[in-house]
């Protein structure tokens, strides 16, 4: 079984930064692709970014230049740093590795 908690969510005005992470626990013998999805009230879930083992990295244009997704393997966590944060922003995140998903963390960015 595999766990995976987010935190770092909050409340923020248009302009601001949040840092997410989300930390890894139980049998995993390596994690190969780690990822942020969010998920919108009224929309469907969508990729924000994703990074491989190696560090290779995928971001969805909306967050291109804004965003920035990093890992620490030792810790088996993967960071989603949030800069210049709009109202359109705001979401549910829930971080995603070998097809499990965390509970998610509400991200509010206030116009």
């Known amino acids: 079984q595999v766990q995976l908690v987010e935190s770092g969510g909050g409340l923020v005005q248009a302009g601001g930064s949040l840092r997410l992470s989300c930390v890894a626990s139980?049998?995993?013998?390596?994690?190969?692709?780690m990822g942020w999805y969010r998920q919108a009230p009224g929309k469907q879930r969508e990729l924000v970014a994703i990074?491989?083992?190696?560090?290779?990295?995928n971001y969805a244009e909306s967050v291109k230049g804004r965003f920035t997704i990093s890992r620490d393997n030792a810790k088996k966590t993967v960071y989603l740093q949030m800069n210049s944060l709009k109202p359109e922003d705001t979401a549910v995140y829930y971080c995603?590795?070998?097809?499990?998903w965390g509970q998610g963390t509400q991200v509010t960015v206030s116009s």
């Open positions: 139980g049998t995993i013998l390596s994690i190969n692709v």
């Open positions: 995603t590795a070998m097809s499990y």
């Open positions: 990074i491989s083992t190696g560090g290779s990295t």
